[in-house]
């Protein structure tokens, strides 16, 4: 019995721009297989996604392609605010994640 291959970087980027918000969280989630500045930035962007769990994928799957310590002073608040639906709280949360995650993934 053939496995259903495993969607390719493109399909990925793609499917992160979806009309579906679970198909976006799907495809954050699974960029973080794919160790390079394309995936990086894409998940970058998501962070601003309308979807909280979108945000929150994009940023799990930053922190894995970063290898950011767990226990990261703040990360927790960070994620916690990223998931607000108070849009200052939210933005703050976005421009620290993203100066976590703004130089080229590690080698």
Same mark, same amino acid.
């Given at each position: 019995?053939? !496995?259903?291959?495993?969607?390719t970087?493109?399909?990925l980027l793609e499917a992160l721009h979806g009309i579906r918000s679970r198909t976006r969280q799907?495809?954050?989630l699974s960029l973080r297989s794919?160790?390079?500045?394309?995936?990086?930035?894409?998940?970058?962007?998501a962070l601003a996604d309308?979807?909280?769990?979108v945000r929150l994928a994009a940023a799990q799957s930053l922190a894995i392609l970063y290898a950011l310590p767990i226990d990261l002073?703040?990360?927790a608040v960070l994620l916690e605010r990223l998931a607000s639906s108070d849009p200052v709280r939210r933005d703050s949360a976005?421009? !620290?994640?993203?100066?976590?995650?703004?130089?080229?993934?590690? !080698?």
């Open positions: 019995m053939a !496995g259903k291959a495993a969607p970087l493109n399909q799907r495809a954050a794919f160790h390079c500045e394309q995936a990086a930035e894409a998940l970058r962007r309308k979807h909280p769990a002073p703040d990360l976005i421009r !620290g994640l993203r100066s976590l995650v703004a130089e080229p993934l590690p !080698g």
